[in-house]
């Protein structure tokens, strides 16, 4: 008999597939041996015919119209087979047309929406296929399909402030740099020949600033395999579990940044979980998933730790507390919506909160981070225009 199984590995990654066993206990005993734990276990055979698009998913935009539509359609009392048949002719995405046609497809063939989703895991994350999978569970699909599409409102919008906020500095920061570069490598050193030409000695300044001239002149090669190596060794650390994690820790060690970067986390981790929760995902399912989406492996492992103390028996609360890499006021909200039996309004509130937080703390970033760029800039301009200035000075001094 062939089953449908989904698993979470030792290293808490979602698996999905299929296998043969003569029964449900069998399949979860060889599951066991094999280091895995099983999440769900079901009768059913691999869906035939159906194979997956290449190449990258949809973006969230198109997934939130995707939801958004589906759930507007489902609303009005229109089945789900119709309701993507309309959706591939509304599409003016080639790649969404050929999905949405598709799923549609997998439906006609007897298969439900959940199992034709998760076929297409580039262009449905996890979160997504668990919460229709509980909405077509309990028969809530499109009200569940309405808090996803918020969801993924929240998400962007989150996403776009933070983009908008750091995209003024951060060309700033480039252009002011490049024009710092182009003037240390290019102007200066066509003003040494004519300040070296005067016989009299330079000042301390005028040295230093030519000498980082001559540096990038002779030897901006060197330099430049130099920035290659460093980024091509911060591109290794992120391609393995170890390397991310160092990074990761040493991310929410930065001053300002560092807390911006773990409220954001939270903020992501409430709001996956009460969505979760409130749609019926058991909670172990829900931390496991959520661990998925974190956004820094530093957090994300210490998630995976409370889920393991919570399946021992542990309170969730007192698991959050014993990681100590969790704000402490989120935890005691979450303690506090556990005891009186209201963990998901309060989860929702959790996110509400941190997403204001994000928001007021990256302001007043950019309003300290802004000015001592700008600064900063000055003052290395000053002391490119005193490096030239001083030794006309004092020859202007000396004729006269």
């Known amino acids: ?8 590995n030792a290293g808490g990654k979602i698996e999905t597939g299929y296998n043969e066993a003569e029964s449900r206990e069998q399949l979860i005993q060889k599951l066991k041996a094999q280091g895995k734990f099983p999440l769900e276990i079901k009768a059913g055979t691999k869906l035939a015919g159906a194979v997956p698009l ?13 939801s958004q539509q589906l759930a507007g359609l489902l609303g009005a009392g229109i089945s789900i087979e119709r309701a993507l048949a309309i959706l591939s002719r ?13 799923l549609r497809r997998l439906l006609q063939e007897g298969h439900s929406f959940t199992a034709a989703l998760e076929l297409y895991p580039q262009h449905f ?10 909405g077509e569970a309990g028969g809530i699909l499109p ?21 908008s906020s750091l995209t003024y500095p951060v060309l700033i920061a480039v252009a002011c740099l490049a024009s710092l570069i182009y003037f240390v490598a290019d102007v200066i050193p066509k003003f040494q020949e004519i300040l070296e030409g005067m016989g009299s000695e330079l000042p301390l300044i005028t040295q230093v600033v030519m000498g980082v001239g001559t540096a990038f002149k002779n030897y901006w090669l060197a330099l430049a395999i130099l920035v290659g190596v460093g980024v091509g060794w911060f591109l ?3 391609a393995t579990p170890a390397g991310r994690f160092r990074i990761d820790r040493a991310k929410l060690k930065l001053p300002l940044i560092g807390e911006i970067l773990q409220k954001v986390a939270v903020s992501k981790m409430a709001m996956s979980l009460s969505l979760l ?29 409370v889920e393991r103390e919570v399946k021992t028996g542990s309170s969730l609360v007192n698991s959050m507390h ?6 402490v006021m989120a935890v005691e909200m979450i303690g506090v919506g556990e005891e009186s039996g209201n963990i998901n309004g309060m989860l929702e509130q959790v996110a509400r909160t941190y997403d204001n937080d994000v928001k007021n703390s990256l302001s007043i970033f950019m309003s300290v981070f802004e000015p001592v760029l700008i600064l900063t800039m000055v003052g290395v301009i000053a002391i490119l225009a005193l490096a030239v200035l001083l030794p006309l000075m004092n020859l202007n001094s000396q004729i006269n």
């Open 125 to 134: 994350p996890a979160l997504y296929i668990s919460m229709v999978r509980a």
């Open 236 to 238: 290794g650390q992120l």
């Open 322 to 327: 014993a990681q100590k890499v969790f704000p």
């Open 90 to 102: 509304l599409a003016n995405d080639t790649k969404v047309t050929a999905l949405v046609q598709d």
């Open 1 to 8: 008999m062939q089953f449908y199984y989904k698993v979470a």
């Open 277 to 305: 929760t409130g749609s019926g995902v058991p909670l172990l399912a829900g931390l496991n998933i959520t661990s998925e989406i974190m956004g820094n492996a530093v957090l994300a492992k210490a998630l995976r730790e």
């Open 54 to 66: 290449k190449g990258k998913g949809i973006n969230r935009q198109q997934r939130l119209i995707f």
């Open 143 to 163: 009200e569940v399909l309405k808090r996803l599409a918020r969801f993924q409102e929240e998400e962007i919008a989150l996403r776009r402030f933070i983009i």
